[in-house]
């Protein structure tokens, strides 16, 4: 792939980089974590009331041994563009990639190419979802696209550029290729090693040994469950990533095998009952689904399982469907019980990744690993559980702009259990690894090394504003084109462009404005109260100056 001689192996070889006791040698090898919609709210070391009913001892081991950052962000809150982000430490406008599909500027550097060049072994495994192939990487293992939850195929360079079917569940297997780049490296050289898993992305489909756990525990639903989005923009209501009306009993909820089921002989009874009210099959499943868009059945839901998952599968889903079908539930009681299951598979997905995350943990201290890698755990964007009434992401809104971030650096100097509130944000990533590999940033990338944070030593002049710009609309969810700016208190959002769909003839050009102290849950928009106009005034002139120093072209 690449000739130029490993710069770095030989200041590892003469120790040149070492600096006294307390920051450990450079180059460390950097293991870098990243899920698919793991919001903050599910990882128990973050203390939020859902997690504290589902912990994850495996994630919070690696905050009470590093740092858990509470104000990490994204730049755009979509799965493509933040990966693109992660790879180019640009912000999506700089690397071409501003929704998902086409657009990465692959004639823009990796952190993996300079990883590499430098002399590392970097290996990723899992979604990679970028439309270009994983540069500046010895070793992958993709998914195609979105990928598998379950018997998923991989592409790697033995595979002749053809996916192919693995048996088994997509986190594990992700982390068995993790795992087998570790066994097959050299061990003399240092290492990048990008985890990148499926879950828990939509339609959060659990591993078999954990279809019934929760299944009796009550989660609190969030305060916003039922927010009618009044002082808001249009964008807060016109999208469409409600749970009463956008997330599908079939594919999401997965009652599809209750459906089917009931057409046979077992579900006679339940069949005729509906069918008394004069239902046919189809209008059967659009009852299920008031919207009548969702076409996945059991079917299409199961069809890559084996027998044996199969059968894991419809003896747990097969009694709640049941019950629910009986209950006949309707308005908020449906979608309180749509909220109930939908947050149970999710949890469930999240158990697997805080199991596998602490094998990949082992396995780094049974090989004495821990004492010279940085360990990330983040992901690609965080995700509503019910907040605002929604599930899904995009929306400069904190829970799916802020994403878990937790850091674990070795050496004495390090943090240990400590909480940072720093202003951190994805394009920070590549100038992490970069100094982690004692490799100096390019002056192109926009992002900060977070090492010095890592050791109490935030720099002089760390950033007070943060810059967000989503771009995929119109598209699934139709949430509104929106750039904004926070900083440690406030935050600033415009809406704009043109209305499609639904939205047709409602071109949109609009801001917020909120108090993140007094009003944490963003219900209440300040914009043109006359007591915040010089707050107000202050954001707009730095988001204006954002524009302008970033280039950005659309507004
Ligand atoms: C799919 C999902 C959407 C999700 C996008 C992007 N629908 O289209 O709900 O917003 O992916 O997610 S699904 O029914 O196909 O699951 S991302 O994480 O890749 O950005
Ligand atoms: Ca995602």
Redesign the pocket.
């Known amino acids: 792939m690449n000739t130029r001689p490993p710069l770095l192996l030989a200041a590892l070889a003469t120790g040149v980089a070492a600096c006294g006791h307390e920051t450990p040698k450079k180059p460390l090898n950097i293991v870098y974590i990243m899920t698919?919609?793991h919001s903050f709210q599910t990882i128990s070391a973050y203390g939020h009331p859902i997690s504290k009913l589902a912990p994850t001892p495996h994630i919070d081991r690696l905050a009470k041994e590093g740092v858990l950052f509470r104000r990490a962000f994204v730049e755009n809150s979509?799965?493509?563009p933040?990966r693109a982000c992660l790879m180019t430490g640009l912000y999506s406008h700089q690397n071409g990639q501003r929704t998902?599909g086409k657009g990465i500027d692959t004639a823009k550097t990796f952190v993996s190419e300079l990883l590499h060049d430098a002399g590392y072994q970097t290996a990723v495994t899992g979604k990679w979802?970028l439309q270009c192939r994983p540069k500046g990487f010895d070793f992958y293992y993709v998914l195609n696209d979105?990928g598998d939850y379950y018997n998923p195929a991989f592409k790697s360079p033995a595979s002749g550029g053809k996916y192919i079917r693995e048996e088994g569940y997509a986190t594990t297997l992700i982390t068995d290729h993790a795992v087998e780049f570790l066994e097959t490296r050299d061990p003399d050289k240092p290492f990048g090693l990008f985890v990148h898993h499926k879950a828990p992305?939509?339609?959060w489909m659990p591993e078999g040994k954990y279809l019934n756990l929760y299944e009796d525990v009550e989660f609190p639903y969030p305060e916003t469950f039922n927010d009618d989005y009044h002082t808001r923009c249009a964008a807060a209501a016109s999208q469409e990533?409600t749970i009463a009306k956008d997330m599908t009993l079939l594919?999401?909820l997965k009652t599809g095998g209750l459906i089917d089921a009931a057409l046979q002989a077992a579900w006679q009874d339940t069949i005729a009952a509906w069918s008394a009210k004069g239902l046919n099959r189809r209008q059967i499943y659009e009852q299920l689904t008031p919207d009548g868009r969702s076409v996945w059945g059991w079917q299409q839901l199961t069809n890559r399982m084996t027998p044996e998952q199969l059968d894991a599968w419809t003896k747990a889903y097969y009694g709640r469907n049941k019950e629910f079908i009986e209950q006949q539930l309707q308005g908020e009681e449906l979608t309180r019980w749509k909220y109930r299951q939908y947050l149970k598979d999710y949890l469930r997905c999240i158990k697997t990744i805080d199991d596998e995350v602490g094998r990949l943990v082992k396995y780094l201290e049974d090989h004495d690993l821990l004492k010279n890698t940085i360990i990330v755990y983040t992901s690609?964007?965080g995700f509503y559980m019910g907040e605002h009434g929604w599930?899904?992401?995009?929306f400069m809104y904190e829970e799916s702009f802020r994403t878990p971030l937790i850091i674990r650096y070795p050496g004495n100097g390090a943090l240990r259990g400590i909480e940072n509130d720093a202003l951190v944000q994805n394009i920070d990533y590549a100038p992490t690894f970069l100094d982690a590999a004692g490799i100096a940033k390019p002056e192109s990338m926009t992002g900060a090394s977070l090492l010095p944070l890592l050791e109490g030593k935030t720099p002089d002049g760390w950033r007070e504003y943060l810059y967000y710009h989503y771009y995929e609309y119109p598209s699934?969810?139709q949430v509104r084109r929106q750039d904004g700016v926070r900083d440690a208190r406030y935050k600033l959002i415009h809406f704009y462009g043109e209305g499609f769909g639904k939205d047709k003839g409602h071109d949109i050009n609009c801001n917020e404005l909120y108090d993140l102290q007094t009003d944490p849950n963003e219900l209440h928009n300040l914009y043109g109260e006359q007591d915040f106009a010089e707050v107000s005034a202050r954001l707009q002139k730095r988001l204006e100056q954002f524009r302008t120093d970033l280039k950005v072209d659309e507004y």
């Not at 599930?391 to 995009?394: A, E, I, L, S, Y």
């Open positions: 698919d919609d979509l799965s493509t933040s998902l979802h979105q992305h939509r339609n990533m594919a999401d690609d964007q599930f899904d992401k995009r699934v969810h």
